[in-house]
């Protein structure tokens, strides 16, 4: 519950000016952040040969608490002279308390320690006090050893899982080993790369080489599903095999499901359908949600098991229906999109398709749903106030359906989805003449870039470290 | 729409003529390139065993043809081959058919238009030897695969003839021009299916690029099955014809404008396989 205070405290403030403004209204300001608390992290100094590896040390902890957009993080222009390196420090008189938590820093918390190279390791000794605490022994939250190789890579791990230690009291999840999947073209052709969380380590994850997009990772972690343009064995006739465009038909889109263990494609049998697309993993990392016109009709929302057996149709409409997206808590609550009404709009129903009721107004086009880890909220793209095709990122409390503006006129913004944290959202945005990937605290703020080679589109944050 | 209802009357018959040309032009080379690359194709043979220079010289050194040979020993009407020697111990080397005398180590390209043998004699203080090889010219090979062939014909025919159904943003429905350019596609497709019973056409359905890449694959979807069964309907048999969305995919234009986008709300299409 902790994780989303920052959340929960941003949509309730923008509840309240919705309400203030009328029904429906949508804020266009920047909605205000609430109380984070406050931190101290003060650089720490090493013995002997450690010290050289202190700049990446020190830089790591500060952005990875920084970047994890729940802590107000103190300028270090104005903390004390007296840095403390270890619990000890302030009973001798020297730096006390109220040095950090009373005026210029007025800190909540304060991260100190040091590290020492032993035994060709770096030790880092890492504590988290209250200072707001008057008794040292009720003070210390953390005091931990940490471990690492005496190089670079080292210091930079025990950096990030002290930083971790530090986010998980308060409520945070850390992103450190979170991998980013998401559809690049930078090979020539649209495939399946990841990255890490702050977009270092962008691997290519298929070679397909037709069109491959639309990815989606299991809960679990284990798997990933995606939709791709089979290309067509070569031709019936042997003349045809000259020409380069025949050898290049592509057959009718198909789902693919891998194993992001082996990277192997696992068995999945599409149904005979003019167009098979993945959408969603069930909680369960055993079920996929998938669009298809198995029926033979317009597309429509149906349910598979990770094989393509056991299909359940769960849509029976004359229209379009795609994007099924599942709540994360609940398993049995699904947001989709609708051709129903004209143009698309988001959509709740069940799991066994009753209970449709529709979540966005109807104005312009409301597409790619995404469920924040607790099942309260949605991510969209929306065009309401804009011309067609100029989305902006959105977040509705699904309860309440008040929503929340996080871009404002940037470029193209789509396909939002959240980090397991709950307080990032990843989307796509053509800002110039290329789309990238970029992340930004679901307030709207922090926006962070991650891409830059080629297009980059679609992103799916998942807890995998494949 | 009405907009570009209108802009659609006369931009897009424009464009949907000279695609197909510059991509018959393309093909016409492809062919061309394909035959000429196969016409070359024949492995050259192994070359024949050389006279090992060591064996048995006669006492007074006599003139040696160390080698003589034609590569490739076969050849078509029109290619060269290359003729490679080696002597030794001669002051008088000359080979027939025209090309006279030679230096002890040469080359020299034939073009015989015949199975013609060549014979290097070679005369020296210690007597003379002499050694043939023939080039064997091939009968004219094969034509290349013309653009008389049935299925590439149908595929011409298709890429110059075909028209695309234009539709309206947001939606599937045949409007009026749609159905016009489809009935005329429908005619055409007969006169193929007439000349290749095999023929197969693929009904590509595509989106401009202002909706979600999601809703567009299934919106891509809905145009091309409208067109196909628009043809079915004018008796364009069923089993011809496949579907395929390629959504905002594989847009033929890619300006931020109503022109372009009215080009890229289509159904189109392309020979299958």
């Known amino acids: 519950m902790k994780r989303n205070i920052l959340l929960t405290i941003l949509i309730a403030g923008a509840s309240a000016a919705v309400y203030a403004q009328g029904q429906g209204g949508i804020r266009s300001d920047v909605v205000k952040t609430g109380e984070k608390p406050t931190i101290a992290v003060p650089d720490l100094r090493g013995s002997g040969d450690a010290q050289k590896l202190m700049g990446v040390f020190n830089s790591t902890l500060f952005n990875d608490l920084q970047g994890s957009g729940q802590l107000k993080m103190i300028p270090k222009t104005l903390y004390p002279v007296q840095v403390p390196q270890q619990p000890s420090d302030f009973r001798q008189g020297g730096p006390s308390f109220a040095d950090w938590s009373g005026p210029p820093p007025n800190a909540n918390y304060l991260a100190f320690g040091y590290t020492a190279a032993q035994n060709n390791q770096i030790v880092l000794y890492g504590w988290l006090f209250d200072v707001r605490q008057t008794n040292p022994s009720s003070a210390q939250l953390i005091g931990k050893?940490?471990?690492?190789?005496?190089?670079?890579?080292?210091?930079?791990?025990?950096?990030?899982?002290?930083?971790?230690?530090?986010?998980?009291?308060?409520?945070?999840?850390?992103?450190?080993?979170?991998?980013?999947?998401?559809?690049?073209?930078r090979s020539g052709q649209k495939e399946i790369w990841s990255m890490n969380y702050d977009g270092s380590d962008q691997k290519q994850f298929t070679n397909y080489r037709s069109i491959t997009t639309f990815p989606a990772v299991s809960p679990d972690g284990t798997k990933i599903a995606f939709t791709t343009y089979p290309i067509l064995a070569s031709s019936r006739n042997a003349n045809a095999a000259q020409f380069g465009k025949q050898a290049q038909n592509l057959g009718q889109p198909q789902i693919y499901v891998h194993s992001l263990e082996s990277g192997r494609k696992l068995v999945y049998y599409n149904q005979q359908a003019s167009m098979n697309a993945a959408s969603d993993f069930l909680p369960d990392s055993r079920h996929l949600l998938i669009y298809s016109t198995a029926n033979a009709g317009f597309s429509q929302i149906y349910?598979?098991?990770?094989?393509?057996?056991?299909?359940?149709?769960?849509?029976?409409?004359?229209?379009?229906?795609?994007?099924?997206?599942?709540?994360?808590?609940?398993?049995?609550d699904l947001v989709f999109v609708s051709g129903r009404g004209g143009t698309p709009q988001i959509y709740r129903m069940s799991i066994d398709g009753t209970d449709v009721?529709?979540?966005?107004?109807?104005?312009?086009?409301?597409?790619?749903?995404?469920?924040?880890?607790?099942?309260?909220?949605?991510?969209?793209?929306?065009?309401?106030?804009?011309?067609?095709?100029?989305?902006?990122?959105?977040?509705?409390?699904?309860?309440?359906?008040?929503?929340?503006?996080?871009?404002?006129?940037?470029?193209?913004?789509?396909?939002?989805?959240?980090?397991?944290?709950?307080?990032?959202?990843?989307?796509?945005?053509?800002?110039?003449?290329?789309?990238?990937?970029?992340?930004?605290?679901?307030?709207?703020?922090?926006?962070?870039?991650?891409?830059?080679?080629?297009?980059?589109?679609?992103?799916?944050w998942s807890k995998s470290t494949q | 729409m009405t907009d570009s209802s209108r802009l659609h009357a006369s931009k897009p018959g424009a464009v949907t003529l000279v695609a197909p040309l510059l991509f018959t032009v393309v093909l016409f080379m492809v062919v061309l390139f394909a035959a000429s690359c196969a016409k070359k194709a024949p492995p050259p043979p192994p070359p024949p065993p050389s006279t090992p220079i060591a064996t048995a010289p006669p006492t007074t050194a006599g003139p040696v043809i160390a080698s003589f040979t034609a590569e490739p020993s076969t050849i078509e009407p029109g290619q060269s081959s290359t003729l490679r020697w080696s002597i030794s111990n001669a002051t008088d080397m000359s080979i027939d058919h025209g090309i006279g005398a030679v230096q002890s180590q040469g080359m020299?390209?034939?073009?015989?238009?015949?199975?013609?043998?060549?014979?290097?004699?070679?005369?020296?203080?210690?007597?003379?030897?002499?050694?043939?090889?023939?080039?064997?010219?091939?009968?004219?090979?094969?034509?290349?695969?013309?653009?008389?062939?049935?299925?590439?014909?149908?595929?011409?025919?298709l890429s110059q003839q075909g028209q695309d159904a234009y539709f309206d943003y947001d939606m599937s429905e045949i409007r009026s021009d749609g159905r016009d350019a489809l009935t005329r596609d429908a005619a055409l497709l007969k006169q193929i299916l007439q000349q290749d019973p095999n023929f197969s056409v693929v009904v590509e359905g595509h989106c401009d690029e202002r909706g979600s890449a999601e809703y567009n694959l299934a919106?891509?979807?809905?145009?091309?099955?409208?067109?196909?069964?628009?043809?079915?309907?004018?008796?364009?048999?069923?089993?011809?014809?496949?579907?395929?969305?390629?959504?905002?995919?594989?847009?033929?234009c890619t300006d931020?404008?109503?022109?372009?986008?009215?080009?890229?709300?289509?159904?189109h299409l392309s020979a299958g396989q």
């Open chain 2, 219 to 252: 919106l891509g979807d809905r145009r091309a099955t409208a067109a196909k069964d628009f043809l079915v309907q004018l008796g364009v048999p069923a089993d011809h014809l496949k579907t395929i969305s390629y959504g905002k995919e594989r847009p033929q």
């Open chain 1, 303 to 332: 349910e598979t098991d990770l094989d393509g057996g056991e299909l359940h149709r769960i849509t029976h409409s004359g229209s379009l229906e795609v994007e099924p997206k599942v709540n994360p808590k609940t398993g049995q």
């Open chain 1, 145 to 185: 050893i940490y471990l690492g190789s005496l190089d670079e890579a080292g210091s930079r791990k025990v950096a990030q899982e002290f930083a971790a230690d530090i986010l998980k009291q308060f409520g945070a999840t850390s992103l450190i080993g979170t991998r980013i999947y998401f559809v690049s073209d």
């Open chain 1, 357 to 460: 009721s529709r979540l966005t107004t109807g104005e312009g086009d409301a597409v790619n749903p995404a469920w924040s880890p607790d099942g309260q909220h949605i991510a969209f793209s929306w065009t309401r106030g804009f011309e067609p095709g100029n989305f902006n990122i959105f977040v509705m409390d699904v309860a309440s359906r008040d929503v929340v503006q996080l871009t404002h006129g940037a470029g193209r913004n789509e396909n939002p989805g959240w980090a397991p944290d709950g307080v990032h959202v990843v989307f796509s945005s053509k800002r110039g003449r290329t789309t990238q990937i970029y992340t930004m605290l679901a307030d709207g703020s922090q926006v962070q870039p991650l891409t830059t080679q080629g297009n980059n589109e679609k992103p799916v």
């Open chain 2, 256 to 267: 931020a404008s109503e022109n372009c986008w009215q080009k890229n709300r289509r159904a």
């Open chain 2, 108 to 157: 020299r390209q034939v073009f015989p238009r015949t199975s013609t043998s060549y014979a290097l004699t070679v005369r020296g203080p210690g007597g003379m030897d002499s050694r043939s090889v023939t080039v064997e010219v091939s009968n004219a090979p094969p034509p290349p695969p013309t653009v008389r062939s049935p299925q590439i014909s149908g595929n011409e025919l």
